[in-house]
């Protein structure tokens, strides 16, 4: 048997309200999260975007180099997905269906398949 590392502490996820400020909130403690547990170094938090102001250019981001996973393989499918009441309203999505990961620090893999 061996002993596993306990499980990092997570900062906790706000419950949404219908505004804007709370969708911003939720969202970024979900990054925030996702940043943490996949070794990434936080960003400095953002403020809100005001509503109708004009969106900023985006920049093309780089892959964070030194994250705690690196992606091995991918495998995906396009599917359909229909609106049940009306068959003429639909949405192409691409799919994973099979995703593989390495740990960074101690070399495992990791497989997932749908």
Partial sequence: MTTQPS???LQAIPDMERSIESLYNTVAALVQNV?????????PPKTPPKP???????????KQANGRFSEVT???QTVKIENPQDS??????????????????TGETWEWTL
């Fill in 7 to 9: 499980g990092p502490a």
């Fill in 35 to 43: 940043r943490h547990l996949s070794g990434q170094s936080p960003a």
């Fill in 52 to 62: 109708n102001a004009p969106k900023p250019q985006q920049e093309k981001s780089k």
């Fill in 74 to 76: 991918r495998a995906t």
């Fill in 88 to 105: 003429t309203q639909y949405v192409m999505v691409k799919q994973i269906t099979r995703l593989v990961l390495q740990d960074n620090v």
